[in-house]
Structures are given as structure tokens and as C-alpha cells.
């Protein structure tokens, strides 16, 4: 059965003193348990209540204090919209179940009455907007926030009448209680005893008063979670949008430590990247609270020999430290000096973890004289921010990895580009001429004798020159997966100095710049591949030759550099070098004047290569120039041989390890190198 008449309007035209006010659900449930505590409290006599539920769900939370108020009365009555498993049916106390779209769904009804005490509660919901509309306009769906208009009256008249309109409406809702409905009438709705004053306010307004400042509280812890909410959420909306502003690590951890600092109110807050294994790290982001507290940036951070870094790496938990003066939860006797001299009394260690991996390290201190009790909300605020700081670490790490990959892949690509310009052009034209001379012999049986060979020298040079780029490009790819032999012993670098000359000049070039070695005689030998060594000088020599002018030089130096190495200079005053490509020109394929508009012949691979067996023979190579035209120097060093005693043997042992001694025997008998001046059968073979 579905009522559509209000309680509440049938009650104000009964009593027309009655004025409405308007409530909040805060204040209708305080209202509602004092007056039901001062039921249970046994102020009111043998009472009839009468509480009317807008819903199921509210009435549970209530019931059990229906339950203990049926103990002291048989006319409990209580009506409410059934969700689940409400339905009318006597028990303790009489429930009546109503429709959903009855009146009753939208008020809220208490009324108690007994022989010297009487309360009515009657509201009805306000609703200035549908709840579909509410959420449309943005508005707070909070439950506090819901508002009634009603009457809250001791008065016995309104409360009796209010108890009327109540029981007529079960009576129509439930007929078979139409006996007790009528006996509860006789027996309630009657004017007060006289000679019995009404009962003392005083409860009441005690147990009104407790619930209203149970609600305050409730109402200031929540204000307190949403504040510390709010300070989490700018905290980490801070550190996102230092994220999105750069993923540069130093700036994130900049923001970080100053606005968690700042947050937390701490004396002293540290944010650090370091690793599980790292013995020490230097301090450089830290946030101060005021100019009393010691400044530790710069300082070395001790973390291996620290007790507390030491437990969060073994549990990958944030670790909070009450009072430094207790060993509780760890014992930091062992860092009484650290402490001292900072002034750490309560410590807190958060570290910033991603996937299992420690990447750095949130630390708070306070420095004040009385311990801190660190809470469970703070540090809940400062593991969120660890957490924000991995994620942005990680991303950090995989923008420098995609720009690394991507640098190589556009290397990748220029080197794709030059292999095909350059192999293209490199291999056109000698094979175009050398097609161009057998046609000329084959088409010509009657050409003269001098001009035959001439064909037949030129077709021979450029066979020679592809043979020579097919030479490098092997050289290059052995070199680049390591699968060369090295055969290392101690040589003379003069006579290797004086090899690559002799090659440079047999290539019977018309016009070559001056050439001079300054190579001392008494400098110490190196620890090398002959063959490989006079290869670096041979196109070393070539390159500075093919930029410089005839009119110019190469000079060829040599000295100790350091000690263990040797290092080799050959400089010339030709073109020279921009110093933006002084790293440059040791890639593959380079080329300073392009692939096809060069003025110099050569494939690029001449550098890389020199670069590679250097590397392969322990040593360094580099160029230096002041600039287009100032001429350049090439510079790589050798590991110099090894002192040699003995009075054995003199042959050389070389090896096929790049780092092996190579003067030992099989024996472990130690061999003298070749005397200076003898050169070995590998050099004798060069120079044939």
C-alpha cells in the first residue's frame, strides 16, 4: 500500500503553534539517540515509540537498540522501505513495511510517550534538486550534507497528535493490529498524571550533548584526513608536473626535497639516488627548515657502514627511528659520531624502490631536542612521493636509453648511406675504367704497343684499388667482432716509422708534402703487432698527405707518455679539422668533404680502422686541430714492452692476446728481445 499524505503537513494543521525548522541529518541522528538513550536510561516508563525509517539500510543500523527497548514496552512500532529482508511481521516489536514511493520514504518520524515524559520527531527531507540533477551541477553528494524540515517538540499535545496520525497510518498498512493499535491509544494518548513532574532534561541534554561532540570529532579527523589527503595528492601533483616539465632527475629531486621538506615540517630532508652496493654518496639535495639546522650537502654520506641504510636495503621498507638515543627498531650505536655531529635525534629512511630495485633514498630528520613519533599518514605521505620519484627515475633512465638508440640508429642510418654512396662510387669508376680499357683491347687488335700498356696499367691500378677497399672492408669487420690475431712482441718504432714512410713513397705519388720522422733512437719498444702498427703509421702518413699541400710537411714525433705508453704524434699543415669533428672523423665511412663531392679519394675507413686495431693493442687514439686550416695532429699511444733480462735465449715469443706478456717462453724462461737494428722475419717480409 502506497500513502501519499504527509505526516508531517497533517501535523501542522492539527497544531498550528507548531513552526518548522530546518535540520541537518547530523543533528535529526543526535537528536534521535538522546531520545532513545533516555528511553534505555529507564527515564520513561512502560513507552510507546514509534520510529518511522526512510529505508531498510537505516533501520539496520538501529535495530539493535530497538531490540533492548523492546525489553521495557510491547508497543514499539517501526516502519521503514524494505531493500532486502525487511517485511511486516511481529517479533520483539511490530514492524510495518511500506512502498518505496510511499510519503513515508521522504520523512523521518520519532515519537516517544509515556506517563510523564514525551518526544516527537518529525521531518521531512528538503530537496531543492532531483539527485541526478545534483551530480549534473557538481554539488556534494555527502550524506551529512542532506537537509529536513520538521518539528522537534516535548509539547505532550503535538506529540500526541503526531502519535495519532501514526498509528492511523499502520492501522491502514497492518489491520490486524487494529486491537493493539487501539489499546496503545487508550493507554498513551491521554493528558499528563497530575501530581508527577515531568521527568529531568538533564540526561537528555548530557546524552545530546555527547553526540554531538562525537559527531564534532568525527567531523575534525575526517577535515584532518582530507588535509593530509590534500597534502599528499599536491605533493604528488608537484613531482608529476616536474615530470612532465622535464625528465631531468636534478630538477625533480629539487622540487621533491623542497616541497616535502616544506610538507612535512621536518628539520632536515635528504633525497639521493644510490645503489644497494654503494659504500658512500655525496649529499646534494637536501631542504633546510631554518638557518640553525647544519647543512650536510656536500658531505659523503656514509651508507655501507650505516646500520639503518643497511635494514632498508634488506627489507625495501620505509624505517622510522622514534629517538636515535634507543636502539629501537635498529641500533645506531655504531653512528654516535654522525649523530652528534648533525644533531639526528628522530630519523626516518624511505627508500625509492621500482620493480625490487633500490634507485635512491628519501631520508627526514628532526633535530630537536625531544624525540618525534613519526605517523602512520606521514609516512604513508613520504612513500607516495618515493614512489612518484622511481617512476619518474625510470623514466629518466628510458629517455636517456631511447635517445641513445636512437643516436644509434641515425648512425646506423648515415652509415647505410654512406656505404652505399661511397662503395658505389668507389666501385663505379674503377670498374667503369678498367670495362672501358679491355674494350679498348679487345676492339683494337692493331692498337700500338705504348698505348696497349698503358690500358693494361691502368686497368691493373684500379683492380689494385678495389682490391683495397675489399681489403678494408674485411679488415674493418674482423676487427669490429674481434676475430683478428694479434701477434704481439716488443718492436722497435723507428723501424716501423721507417716501413710506413717507404710505403706512403712507393705509392709513386707526383707530388707528396715533405716528410720527417723525429723518432729518438733510444726510445724504449712497444708491446705490438708490427704489421698492424706500420698499417696505423702507413694510413696515418696517407691521410695527412692526401690534405696537405706539397708545399707543406708531416712531421712524425714519438715520446714516453706516462711512463707505460708510448705516444706517437703525426701532424701536418693541411686542411685540418673543425673542432666539432675532431671525434667524428674516426667513424666508418666519414667523409670531411661529403660522399660524392670530395676532392680526395677513399672509402672513410681508414680512421675507423686505425681506431680499432689501436684499441685492439691496449692503447688510444685522438686528433687535435685549431680549425679549418691550421693543419692537425694525430695522436695514439702503445703500451710500451716489458723490461727483459736474461742470458739465454734472444728469439721473441709473440702471442695471440693483445694483454699477454709475450716475452716468456714455454718454460716461463724469460727472452730478450731482437737487438735494435735486426728486425724480425715478419719485418723483413714487410718490407719485401
Given at each position: ?12 494543521k ?8 530546518l ?7 543526535a ?23 526512510q ?49 513515508l ?10 506517563q510523564?515524559?514525551t518526544?516527537?520527531l ?47 497510518r499502520?492501522?491502514?498498512?497492518r489491520?490486524e ?7 496503545a ?15 529531568d ?11 554531538l ?27 608529476t ?38 659504500a ?27 646500520p ?6 634488506q ?8 629517538d ?5 627498531p635498529v ?60 617512476v ?28 652505399i ?25 692493331d ?5 696497349r ?11 689494385d ?29 723507428d ?11 712507393s705509392?709513386?705519388r ?7 720522422a723525429?723518432?729518438?733512437?733510444e726510445l724504449p ?23 696537405t ?7 712524425i ?7 707505460k705508453?708510448l ?14 669533428r ?18 680526395a ?7 675507423a ?6 684499441k ?21 699511444t702503445?703500451?710500451?714492452?716489458p723490461?727483459?733480462v736474461g ?21 716461463g ?8 737494428g ?11
Amino acid at each position: 500500500m502506497s500513502i501519499q499524505a504527509s505526516v508531517l503537513e497533517e501535523l501542522l494543521k492539527s497544531s498550528p503553534q507548531l513552526r518548522p525548522q530546518l535540520y541537518f541529518k547530523a543533528s535529526l541522528t543526535a537528536l534521535s539517540h538522546a531520545m532513545e538513550d533516555q528511553v534505555l536510561a529507564a527515564g520513561v516508563r512502560m513507552p510507546l515509540v514509534i520510529a518511522s525509517f526512510q529505508r531498510e539500510r537505516f533501520y539496520r543500523q538501529e535495530s539493535h537498540r530497538y531490540e533492548r527497548i523492546a525489553a521495557l514496552t510491547p508497543h514499539i512500532y517501526v516502519l521503514a522501505a524494505p531493500e532486502t529482508s525487511f517485511m511486516s511481521e511481529s517479533k520483539e516489536y511490530e514492524t510495518i513495511a511500506f512502498d518505496s514511493d510511499d510519503q513515508l520514504s521522504r520523512e523521518w518520524h520519532l515519537v516517544v510517550l509515556g506517563q510523564n515524559y514525551t518526544a516527537c520527531l518529525v521531518c521531512q527531507e528538503r530537496q531543492t534538486l532531483a539527485p541526478s540533477e545534483q551530480e549534473t551541477a557538481g554539488l556534494p553528494a555527502m550524506d551529512q550534507t542532506r537537509r529536513f524540515e520538521g518539528v522537534w517538540t516535548f509539547d505532550r499535545q503535538a506529540s500526541c497528535t503526531a502519535a495519532r496520525i501514526l498509528l492511523d497510518r499502520i492501522a491502514l498498512y497492518r489491520p490486524e493490529l487494529r486491537a493493539k493499535i487501539e489499546q496503545a491509544k487508550t493507554d498513551y494518548l491521554v493528558e499528563a498524571v497530575p501530581g508527577l513532574s515531568e521527568v529531568d532534561p538533564d540526561p537528555f541534554a548530557q546524552r545530546l550533548v555527547t553526540y554531538l561532540q562525537a559527531g564534532q570529532y568525527k567531523l575534525l579527523k575526517a577535515y584532518r584526513a582530507m588535509s593530509a589527503q590534500e597534502r599528499r595528492e599536491r605533493l604528488v601533483n608537484l613531482i608529476t608536473s616536474a615530470m612532465r616539465r622535464s625528465l631531468d632527475p636534478n630538477e625533480i629531486f629539487k622540487v621533491a626535497v623542497e616541497e616535502l621538506g616544506r610538507a612535512m615540517q621536518v628539520c632536515r630532508c635528504l633525497v639521493y639516488r644510490c645503489k644497494a652496493t654503494d659504500a658512500t654518496v655525496p649529499i646534494i639535495y637536501e631542504s633546510l627548515s631554518s638557518a640553525a639546522v647544519k647543512s650536510v650537502v656536500g658531505q659523503s654520506w656514509p651508507l655501507q657502514e650505516n646500520p639503518l641504510f643497511q635494514a632498508v636495503v634488506q627489507q625495501l621498507e620505509a624505517i622510522a627511528v622514534v629517538d636515535t638515543q634507543i636502539a629501537q627498531p635498529v641500533d645506531l650505536s655504531s653512528l654516535d659520531l654522525l649523530v652528534d655531529r648533525w644533531q639526528i635525534r628522530s630519523w626516518l629512511m624511505v627508500p625509492v624502490i621500482y620493480q625490487g630495485r633500490l634507485l635512491g633514498m628519501v631520508e627526514l630528520h628532526h633535530c630537536r631536542q625531544e624525540p618525534y613519533g613519526w605517523s602512520h599518514d606521514e609516512m604513508g605521505l613520504v612513500e607516495a612521493v618515493a614512489t612518484q620519484l622511481g617512476v619518474a627515475l625510470i623514466q629518466s633512465e628510458s629517455y636517456a636509453n631511447l635517445e641513445d638508440l636512437n643516436q644509434q640508429l641515425e648512425a646506423l642510418e648515415r652509415t647505410r648511406s654512406n656505404l652505399i654512396a661511397i662503395t658505389g662510387h668507389e666501385l663505379r669508376t674503377p670498374l667503369s675504367t678498367i670495362q672501358v680499357c679491355l674494350e679498348s683491347l679487345a676492339s683494337e687488335p692493331d692498337m700500338p704497343p705504348e698505348l696497349r700498356q698503358v690500358m693494361l696499367n691502368t686497368a691493373m691500378t684500379d683492380a689494385d684499388r678495389m682490391r683495397k677497399l675489399i681489403q678494408d672492408f674485411i679488415t674493418l669487420s674482423r676487427l669490429e667482432s674481434g676475430r683478428v690475431q694479434w701477434h704481439l712482441e716488443p718492436i722497435a718504432l723507428d723501424e716501423c716509422v721507417d716501413l710506413a714512410v717507404s710505403s706512403i713513397r712507393s705509392m709513386n705519388r707526383e707530388e707528396l708534402p715533405q716528410i720527417r720522422a723525429q723518432v729518438p733512437l733510444e726510445l724504449p719498444q712497444v708491446q705490438a703487432d708490427g704489421e698492424r702498427v706500420v698499417e696505423v703509421l702507413s694510413k696515418l702518413l696517407d691521410n695527412a698527405c692526401k690534405f696537405t699541400n706539397p708545399e707543406g710537411e708531416v712531421v712524425i714525433e714519438a715520446k714516453t707518455n706516462g711512463g707505460k705508453m708510448l705516444e706517437i704524434t703525426i701532424t701536418d699543415t693541411g686542411r685540418g679539422i673543425e673542432p666539432n669533428r675532431l671525434e667524428t672523423v674516426f667513424d666508418r665511412f666519414y667523409q670531411e668533404e661529403g660522399a660524392l663531392r670530395r676532392t680526395a679519394g677513399g672509402t672513410g675507413l681508414g680512421l675507423a680502422i686505425c681506431r680499432q686495431i689501436i684499441k685492439g693493442l691496449g692503447g688510444q687514439i685522438w686528433a687535435e686541430s685549431a680549425g679549418r686550416d691550421q693543419g692537425s695532429q694525430f695522436h695514439f699511444t702503445l703500451p710500451i714492452a716489458p723490461a727483459v733480462v736474461g742470458n739465454s735465449s734472444q728469439s721473441s715469443s709473440p702471442t695471440n692476446r693483445p694483454n699477454s706478456t709475450p716475452n716468456s717462453g714455454q718454460n716461463g724462461q724469460v727472452v730478450e728481445p731482437p737487438p735494435k737494428g735486426r728486425r724480425s722475419s715478419r719485418k723483413r717480409a714487410a718490407l719485401g
